[in-house]
């Protein structure tokens, strides 16, 4: 009967055990696609701001234009 019950505790252990591993590896997983996406939304922003700035020079220059009509 001991035996049994060490068998039974070795694979409630052993469940345990893979149950971490496999939450760790998805921890961990997470955490790299959430930096991956934090960088490309940097990345997106940074294009917004450059596309924002082009789009201001070419009112202004539009605006220069207008005025000269």
Avoid: F, P
Avoid at 10 to 39: F, G, I, P, S, W
């Amino acid at each position: 009967m001991d035996k049994n019950i060490g068998e039974q505790l070795n694979k409630a252990y052993e469940a345990y055990r893979q149950a971490c591993m496999d939450r760790d590896h998805a921890v961990k997983e997470l955490q790299q696609k959430t930096e991956n996406y934090m960088q490309q939304i940097r990345e997106q922003q940074e294009k917004i701001e450059l596309q924002n700035g082009v789009i201001a020079k070419l009112k202004s220059q539009l605006a220069a234009l207008n005025a000269n009509r």
